[in-house]
């Protein structure tokens, strides 16, 4: 498939200078065009134990030192997502962005020592009531196996005079040994720390309020490795594949709630507020 644009990455990229890209680096706005195809890749991606330590402990994983946590590439995959957001043919700011929806398939369990090339891919976009959704493809490989890939749907939100939008309702799932939380006020930047991610947002009040969050927001990828944590069990080393939906933001420090259920080949999940009344997280997992 041909690319509008095809990035080759001898290593990884930081992080934390991608982002002084995107607080600093000025951008006009949405130009009313379908989003080109950009891709990125990095090979001979080698992964640190602490590292993956430290986000087994923040999300709670019990880590064996060998297999890596479901959602730990997605680390991976986001440093090249943001590679495509400071791309000159993205015209508008990341910060006026939503994670809206977020599918992972493991094709098999990936080692911490093995040598990986990631790739990313915006693929698709279209216009909704709500603004400009489009689509990242993320893909793992060992060798030329496929072993990993996700699946991001992102939102650029568009104000639109007298459009209100509705608040999620939680779903008709049985709510049942339901799991209360404790979101400390430290988590956001003991799993940017671990993940490399220091989005302000996640990071102190006064930082989050500049941005418009009367408190701190939860990264929504903790909530979706938070979940998968508990699932691991029925999960095992089967294929799988982990839909999530972002609802409500979780601020910090809080409470909030998590229960699932038995489906046809797999679980359906939400973590909910306190009350147990609107879902933060919707989501299932599939075996494959």
Known sequence: MSHDYAIELKAMPSLLSLYRKILFGRKPGWNQQPLPNIYVQASNVVLSQDKISQYAAVCSFEYDGMTLPPTYLYVWAFRLHAMIFTHKAVTFPLLGMLHLKNSISVLRPV??????????????????????????????????????????????????????????????????????????????????????????????????????????????????ARVMSQLMTFVGDRPFQVDVEFKLPVFMPSEVTFAFESIENGKRFEMRDVKGRRPHLQGSITYL
């Open 111 to 224: 080692r911490a020592d093995e040598t990986l090339i990631v790739q990313c891919e915006l693929t698709t976009s279209r216009t909704t009531d709500a603004g400009l959704e489009f689509d990242l493809v993320s893909k793992v490989f060992v060798g030329e196996e496929l072993v990993w890939q996700a699946l991001s749907t992102y939102l650029y939100r568009i104000e639109s005079a007298g459009r209100r939008a509705r608040p999620p309702k939680a779903s008709e799932m049985v709510w049942e040994n339901v799991q209360q939380w404790r979101l400390t006020d430290d988590l956001g930047r003991r799993y940017a720390k671990a993940s490399g991610d220091y989005n302000l947002i996640h990071l102190h009040p006064l930082l989050s309020k500049r941005f418009g969050f009367e408190r701190v927001l939860a990264h929504g990828m903790w909530s979706k």
